[in-house]
């Protein structure tokens, strides 16, 4: 594995820009004990591929999609990973170069970067729905993989509009009418549109009919409940003409305007009607979950002051690709939105300071009154990369976490639980670097015994990149 410079003090995680491959262990090393009753399979979607010959991707965030397989079973551990083959990564493996452009970085072939078409490197977040797995990426299209050998099985498309090249790469799963919403936008001259489509485990599927955006701008997640959508529309206005032009990336096309303030829409799944509400500016990548309580919408999301660790000359989710710590920016606080849709009226609540990332929640709970938001934790002067898990009582702010020392980076806690489990017990499943000794694996810790540490270690001879999102499935392989 390799990196484009050598500084002379590298940052602490740069590792996590390093490329990597496929590989395949079939019994893993463990330190502690994997409780047999957590039977299951953790799939994992990240990027792996950020350097082709002299060139260089400008994001950590940007790279060709890997999945990673994680089975649990008896107690043992079995691990393989495979690159999502893209229409993209195909096309540029022998050839050493980034022939197209992704979403913050621009081709290498000049003529190319012209018209703004982004092709998919499957490298977000991945989905099982119906036996069947699926890799998204913020542009269309999403891919089909077989969930036992990870193989890539083709594109899928979700009957969305055929124009939807910006498929969301987030969607969410709502567990009360079994069904899976996704949404796309499309992006034109008079401004932007958001669809959204819902399949359910029946093979029946609805579409919500098109909502015209009152602003163009970027949002990478959204969240529902049974009745309704909510998309924060941050204001990350996108000029469209040097991006269309090739004179400049995806990320590079985002204006920055703190003074227009956050709108949220909040959007009728059957009727597309939409209602908006006004709050003060907020960056946010993740929101962990909203529900609805009596004539409110509660919705609680991790939001940033400002989004200098991703935008900026010296972004730290840029810099660490030069080995470099960089502009952490504003940390991501807890946060939540109590959204009256009777008088229209927004109050914005912090739900705990600090510095966090990747929230999550139990999936039953999804669409649903939560109690407990998962998620990476840290310290202001490092930014995005945390060493902490974190377990916060929405409701309370009350705080319960593990540390694994500022030399560990941690990522994305992954709930899982088992199907034969009756008591409720559950488990966070997180991917981890450990500088000290220069290697990654898995760790696995008790929900509800956080703060005891892991009861076990998966450790791989090593280094991964950066996994930002993944799924837990318990025992068969279903969605039910």
Same mark, same amino acid.
């Given at each position: 594995?390799k990196t484009?410079?050598?500084p002379t003090?590298?940052?602490?995680?740069s590792?996590l820009?390093?490329?990597?491959?496929?590989?395949?262990?079939?019994d893993c090393h463990i330190?502690?004990r994997?409780? =047999?009753e957590?039977?299951g399979?953790?799939y994992?979607n990240?990027?792996?591929i950020f350097?082709?010959?002299e060139?260089?991707k400008q994001?950590?965030l940007?790279?060709?999609?890997?999945?990673?397989?994680?089975?649990?079973?008896n107690?043992?551990?079995?691990?393989?990973?495979?690159?999502v083959?893209?229409e993209?990564?195909i096309?540029?493996?022998?050839r050493?170069?980034?022939?197209y452009?992704?979403?913050t970085?621009?081709?290498?072939t000049?003529?190319s970067?012209?018209?703004g078409?982004?092709?998919?490197q499957?490298?977000?977040?991945v989905?099982?729905?119906?036996?069947?797995?699926y890799a998204?990426?913020?542009?269309?299209?999403?891919?089909?993989?077989?969930?036992q050998?990870?193989?890539t099985?083709?594109?899928a498309?979700?009957?969305l509009?055929?124009k939807d090249q910006?498929?969301?790469?987030?969607?969410r799963?709502l567990?009360?009418?079994?069904s899976?919403?996704l949404?796309?936008?499309?992006m034109?001259r008079h401004g932007?549109s958001?669809?959204?489509?819902r399949?359910?485990?029946?093979?029946?599927?609805?579409?919500t009919?098109?909502?015209i955006?009152?602003?163009?701008?970027?949002f990478?997640d959204?969240?529902?409940?049974?009745?309704?959508a909510?998309?924060i529309?941050?204001?990350a206005f996108i000029?469209?003409?040097?991006f269309l032009?090739?004179q400049i990336?995806f990320k590079?096309a985002l204006?920055w305007?703190?003074?227009?303030?956050?709108?949220?829409?909040v959007?009728?799944?059957?009727?597309?009607a939409?209602q908006?509400?006004t709050?003060?500016?907020?960056?946010?990548?993740h929101?962990a979950n909203?529900?609805?309580?009596?004539n409110q919408?509660?919705?609680d999301?991790?939001?940033y002051?400002n989004?200098e660790?991703?935008l900026?000359?010296?972004?730290?989710l840029?810099?660490i690709?030069k080995?470099?710590a960089?502009?952490p920016?504003a940390?991501g =606080?807890?946060?939540r939105?109590?959204i009256?849709t009777?008088?229209?009226q927004?109050?914005q609540?912090?739900i705990?300071?600090?510095s966090y990332e990747f929230?999550n929640?139990?999936?039953?709970s999804?669409?649903?009154?939560?109690h407990t938001?998962?998620?990476?934790?840290?310290?202001t002067?490092?930014g995005?990369?945390h060493?902490q898990?974190?377990?916060?009582q929405?409701d309370?702010?009350?705080?319960?976490?593990?540390d694994?020392g500022?030399?560990?980076n941690?990522?994305e806690?992954?709930?899982?639980?088992?199907?034969?489990?009756?008591?409720?017990?559950a488990?966070?499943?997180?991917?981890?670097?450990?500088s000290r000794h220069n290697?990654?694996?898995?760790?696995i810790l008790d929900a509800?015994?956080?703060?005891?540490g892991?009861i076990?270690v998966i450790?791989l001879?090593?280094?991964l990149?950066?996994s930002f999102h993944?799924q837990w499935?318990?025992?068969?392989?279903s969605?039910?």
């Amino acid at each position: 594995m390799k990196t484009t410079t050598t500084p002379t003090h590298p940052f602490l995680f740069s590792a996590l820009a390093h490329n990597t491959k496929a590989r395949t262990i079939a019994d893993c090393h463990i330190q502690g004990r994997i409780p =047999t009753e957590l039977e299951g399979t953790l799939y994992l979607n990240g990027p792996g591929i950020f350097t082709r010959g002299e060139h260089s991707k400008q994001s950590i965030l940007d790279g060709d999609g890997v999945i990673q397989r994680l089975n649990l079973t008896n107690g043992r551990a079995h691990y393989s990973r495979r690159f999502v083959q893209t229409e993209k990564l195909i096309a540029e493996k022998n050839r050493q170069e980034f022939l197209y452009p992704t979403w913050t970085t621009k081709s290498s072939t000049v003529l190319s970067n012209v018209g703004g078409r982004i092709k998919s490197q499957a490298g977000i977040t991945v989905t099982l729905f119906k036996n069947q797995l699926y890799a998204l990426d913020e542009v269309a299209p999403a891919y089909r993989l077989d969930p036992q050998t990870l193989e890539t099985l083709g594109t899928a498309h979700f009957h969305l509009p055929d124009k939807d090249q910006a498929i969301k790469a987030h969607t969410r799963y709502l567990p009360k009418s079994k069904s899976w919403l996704l949404a796309s936008t499309r992006m034109g001259r008079h401004g932007m549109s958001i669809d959204f489509i819902r399949h359910y485990a029946n093979g029946q599927f609805k579409k919500t009919p098109t909502v015209i955006s009152p602003r163009m701008v970027y949002f990478h997640d959204f969240a529902a409940t049974e009745r309704f959508a909510l998309v924060i529309l941050q204001p990350a206005f996108i000029r469209p003409f040097k991006f269309l032009s090739g004179q400049i990336s995806f990320k590079e096309a985002l204006d920055w305007q703190p003074d227009k303030g956050n709108i949220i829409l909040v959007i009728d799944l059957e009727t597309g009607a939409q209602q908006k509400f006004t709050a003060p500016s907020a960056w946010v990548w993740h929101i962990a979950n909203a529900y609805e309580y009596s004539n409110q919408l509660i919705m609680d999301f991790v939001g940033y002051d400002n989004p200098e660790h991703f935008l900026g000359p010296d972004a730290q989710l840029s810099a660490i690709i030069k080995g470099q710590a960089g502009n952490p920016g504003a940390p991501g =606080t807890l946060r939540r939105y109590v959204i009256n849709t009777h008088n229209g009226q927004l109050k914005q609540e912090i739900i705990a300071t600090g510095s966090y990332e990747f929230p999550n929640i139990a999936p039953e709970s999804s669409g649903q009154h939560h109690h407990t938001i998962y998620a990476t934790r840290g310290t202001t002067e490092k930014g995005i990369f945390h060493h902490q898990i974190a377990a916060v009582q929405a409701d309370t702010g009350q705080l319960e976490l593990f540390d694994f020392g500022p030399e560990t980076n941690v990522l994305e806690p992954v709930y899982a639980y088992s199907r034969t489990n009756t008591n409720g017990k559950a488990w966070l499943i997180t991917q981890f670097l450990d500088s000290r000794h220069n290697r990654s694996g898995f760790a696995i810790l008790d929900a509800r015994q956080l703060a005891e540490g892991p009861i076990a270690v998966i450790t791989l001879d090593e280094t991964l990149p950066m996994s930002f999102h993944g799924q837990w499935v318990a025992g068969s392989l279903s969605h039910d």
